[in-house]
């Protein structure tokens, strides 16, 4: 199974700053990642897929990018409403995995 | 628009089975794959498998081999997960998602609200 660590697992920033959440796959998954967003009670939300395709309605302050095994999610400008959990997923191979999240906190 | 609505809450005993049923509408049923995905409290997205709701064709986790069946009913646009035995770390919610389409048969852009299963004696 291919192993998506994420990193930070728990992140505290301010309104307006620039966020940046890593995720690290155990083997190349060329560009077959996805990144979800979810806050407490619902379920996740499409972002980002293929690595750095912003999903339709998502804001542009939302960007992807790597490939191979290293990738990235950043937000240029923290908002309130971004608070939450961040989720990415390998789509390259069976089983489909996924990150162990990193929680996005109010500094 | 896109909706996946799910069935209600559930509390089943070990030992027991549940049935998780997820209706569709907004798209045609059968030209996208059902994904399940389970979520323990406090923690992380695991990723249970699939049904091609077209062929019934499935895929699913090792992890879940002989315990989950996924199957649906074309007629009522609707998908269903069943997972017996069920023990105490079975307790999470199950979340029914769209697979994107032929271009990404396996990215999940639409999900239902959940269902919380709890297992408890």
């Known amino acids: 199974d291919i192993q998506l660590t994420q990193s930070p697992s728990f992140l505290s920033a301010s309104v307006g700053d620039r966020v940046t959440v890593t995720c690290r796959a155990s083997q190349d998954i060329s560009s077959y990642l996805a990144w979800y967003q979810q806050k407490p009670g619902r379920a996740p939300k499409l972002l980002i897929y293929a690595a750095s395709t912003l999903q339709g309605g998502v804001p542009s302050r939302f960007s992807g990018s790597g490939s191979g095994t290293e990738f990235t999610l950043t937000i240029s400008s923290l908002q309130p409403e971004d608070f939450a959990t961040y989720f990415c997923q390998q789509l390259s191979s069976h089983p489909l995995t996924f990150g162990g999240g990193t929680k996005v906190e109010i500094k | 628009q896109v909706q996946l609505v799910q069935s209600g809450a559930e509390v089943k005993k070990p030992g027991a089975s549940v049935k998780v049923s997820c209706k569709a509408s907004?798209?045609?049923?059968?030209?996208?794959?059902m994904h399940w995905v389970r979520q323990a409290p406090g923690q992380g997205l695991e990723w249970m498998g699939w049904i091609n709701p077209n062929s019934g064709g499935t895929n699913y986790a090792q992890k879940f081999q002989g315990r989950v069946t996924m199957t649906r009913d074309t007629s009522i646009s609707t998908a269903y997960m069943e997972l017996s035995r069920l023990r105490s770390d079975d307790t999470a919610v199950y979340y029914c998602?769209?697979?994107?389409?032929?271009?990404?048969?396996?990215?999940?852009?639409?999900w239902g609200q959940g269902t919380l299963v709890t297992v408890s004696s």
């Open positions: 907004g798209y045609t049923f059968t030209g996208y794959y």
């Open positions: 998602a769209r697979g994107a389409g032929s271009s990404s048969w396996y990215l999940c852009d639409y």
